[in-house]
């Protein structure tokens, strides 16, 4: 279970809607942002993921494995004739379907743990949004199985004040708008899951300003502290 600060999801909704299993407390001030007792961020609908099909060009990449890896035509029924599987049938998958798929047939009798990319030729434009406190902020492109770590990751990585239990995970599914709250240190002692992530999320790093004011004194008073210093050495010559 991905791990969500308090166990709790942020549920924002663009609508006032009184259907909702959600409770009492507010979120801030705002009043049309409500508290849902959820353990994780529901997944896009189906219809929203891409989805692959007959007569389609996709690349294979496979980690360290280039005899496994090329360029594969489906054919009428949506199989791809793949080395050491045979005939995989791929149609109606999404991209990240396929490639654990066959991931799943490659591990064990033939690679010990693959990782595994298939990205069709003609794949629409997909993006994650990634901002706050990382490295390099900006729109990056969904291959196949992307989560908050590697979003971050690809994003140049966590910024020097990022506030690692203040990571939030924006989401529409269904026009209905939704917000996680990770603790991403958590996650990277892996002490909770990697959540996966999805075309159109927004991943947004929160500023520690505990560590921005640690940094301002310390740049206050090491001039002070080195002027002492140099004071002490001339009084013991």
Known sequence: MNFIKTHLLIFVSALMLSGCATTDRTYGAAPEV??????????PTVSRMYRLGPQEVVTIAVVGAE??????????QGNIEYPLLGLVPVAGMSP?????????????????????????KELPSTSISVGGEV?????YPVLANVTLLRAVNQAGGLGEYAKHDDVLVMRT????SYIGVYNIGAIQRGNY?????????????????????LDRIVALVAPVISSTAVILNQLTR
Do not use: C, H, K
């Open 193 to 213: 899951d990697d959540p996966r992530l999805y075309p159109d999320d927004i991943v947004m790093v929160g500023d520690s300003p505990g560590r921005r004011r």
């Open 67 to 76: 005899s496994l890896s090329g360029t594969f035509l489906t054919d009428a």
């Open 173 to 176: 599914v269904n026009g209905q």
């Open 96 to 120: 990240g379907e396929a490639s654990r798929m066959i991931a799943d047939g490659l591990r064990g009798d033939f690679l010990r743990n693959p990782q595994v990319r298939v990205i069709p």
């Open 135 to 139: 490295e390099q902020p900006g729109n």
């Open 34 to 43: 409500e508290i849902a007792d959820l353990t994780e961020l529901p997944e």
